[in-house]
């Protein structure tokens, strides 16, 4: 990490090449990207990882009109994130056998996910 003490070229842009500039309290830094093997993405717990995540972006998606009134953002970007913040746990835990099926190549609809997490939710009533 550098201080850069010229900042007229970087007004516009936030990152170039492989360096990203960003400003904390009126300082302009620079660092650099890290570097990372593809190969550390093909893995099966990594792919498995995605599918959890897509699964419950699916989930969240479809129900962000209700979490803006349900949950406060509080120190989370928006009320999505405070939702999965508060649990993502117990999200990924319904959602563990639809994310193999996911990795295997299958199909998994949004009312999978539904079904999955209100059975989820139904079993552990604490959970969610």
């Known amino acids: 990490m550098a201080q850069v003490r010229q900042t007229n070229t970087l007004r516009f842009k936030k990152t170039l090449d492989s360096?990203?500039?960003?400003?904390?309290?009126?300082k302009t830094?620079?660092?650099r990207l890290p570097d990372m093997p593809r190969a550390m993405f093909n893995t099966p717990a990594a792919k498995k990882r995605q599918a959890l995540f897509k699964l419950v972006n699916?989930?969240?998606?479809?129900?962000s009109g209700e979490f803006t009134h349900l949950f406060d953002?509080?120190?989370?970007w928006n009320s999505r994130n405070a939702y999965v913040k508060a649990n993502g746990k117990a999200l990924y835990a319904a959602?563990?056998?639809l994310a193999d099926r996911m990795v295997n190549g299958e199909l998994v609809t949004a009312t999978e996910v539904e079904n999955a997490i209100s059975t989820y939710a139904t079993a552990n009533p604490t959970a969610i």
Do not use: E, P
């Open 19 to 26: 360096v990203v500039y960003y400003t904390v309290n009126g």
């Open 29 to 31: 830094y620079a660092r």
């Open 58 to 63: 699916m989930h969240t998606r479809y129900h």
């Open 73 to 76: 953002k509080g120190n989370s």
């Open 95 to 97: 959602l563990d056998a």
